[in-house]
């Protein structure tokens, strides 16, 4: 199945006006709206970030049109994007980086993951620690640097 992007543009054309009003770090729609109303199919890799998206609570908004293109993962009130690159799909990095220079050319601030980190868990089975991945801890850091970490229903307290 691939993704309708007539659809999904609609979809955030129709929800533009909310997501602008919550601002960079509350949810202007249900984070997962994507899911069923615009009809967003996720690779594996954009599953796995998104994952760390949410364990982060970093208010991203997967597929969101920016420029004539789409990003993985955007914010467009902190213009803040984050983007899977999987093999099969970013094998013309000459053309990667001219999107990239269009996407920052219009203000906004590009992660890019490769799959393998995406997938990645840095843990030692043999000792029981779990430790966080590399893209958790790159996700964490640039919601805390973009002001994109929304509230935390129930608690006013602040999570790791």
Avoid at 17 to 25: H, K, P, R, V
Avoid at 120 to 127: A, I, K
Wanted: aromatic share 12%.
């Amino acid at each position: 199945m691939k993704n309708d992007f007539d659809a999904i543009s609609g979809h955030y054309r129709i929800n533009r006006n909310a997501i602008y009003l919550a601002g960079a770090s509350e949810w202007g729609i249900d984070p997962y709206a994507w899911d069923h109303e615009a009809g967003i199919v996720m690779s594996p890799i954009e599953t796995a970030l998104w994952c760390d998206i949410r364990l982060v609570n970093a208010v991203m908004y997967p597929q969101y049109p920016v420029a004539g293109y789409f990003v993985d993962f955007g914010n467009p009130c902190a213009k803040v994007a984050f983007e899977c690159d999987g093999a099969a799909w970013h094998t013309d990095k000459a053309k990667d980086a001219a999107r990239q220079k269009v996407i920052e050319q219009q203000g906004w601030v590009v992660y890019r993951f490769t799959g393998r980190e995406c997938f990645e868990q840095d843990h030692d089975p043999g000792d029981g620690v779990f430790r966080l991945n590399k893209t958790l801890n790159a996700v964490r850091a640039a919601a805390m640097a973009h002001g994109i970490r929304g509230a935390w229903i129930g608690s006013d307290k602040e999570h790791a």
